[in-house]
Nanobody, 113 residues
Framework: QVHLVESGGGLVQPGGSLRLSCAGS?????SGWYRQAPGKQRELVAA???????NYADSVKGRFTISRDNSKNTVYLQMNSLKPEDTAVYYC??????????WGQGTQVTVSS
């Protein structure tokens, strides 16, 4: 059973933009994005609370924007001014009403010329 469905990854040139989406099913509420580059640990990119408070990694502040549409139970990550170091698999993260953590399947973002 898939609880968090991600979409929007792909290949983009440096300086370009991408928008990721993560839709939660049932009682799973998406709340953030993490990423994992080859050989590195998974790291928080951005998070958003149910009332819209946001938190960003220093490396993406001013370039990425996280938002949510509660009517669609969906969280978005708008990524602008992308850099090669943003290349990674991006994972959506969320919790159930019982506070169980769930992860999406991951979507590849590649920034390259």
């Amino acid at each position: 059973q898939v609880h968090l469905v991600e979409s929007g990854g792909g290949l983009v040139q440096p300086g370009g933009s991408l928008r990721l989406s993560c839709a939660g099913s049932g009682r799973i509420n998406p709340s953030g994005w993490y990423r994992q580059a080859p050989g590195k640990q998974r790291e928080l990119v951005a998070a958003i609370t149910s009332d819209g408070k946001t938190n960003y990694a220093d490396s993406v502040k001013g370039r990425f924007t996280i938002s949510r549409d509660n009517s669609k139970n969906t969280v978005y990550l708008q990524m602008n001014s992308l850099k090669p170091e943003d290349t990674a698999v991006y994972y959506c993260n969320g919790k159930s009403v019982y506070l169980t953590t769930y992860w999406g399947q991951g979507t590849q973002v590649t920034v390259s010329s």
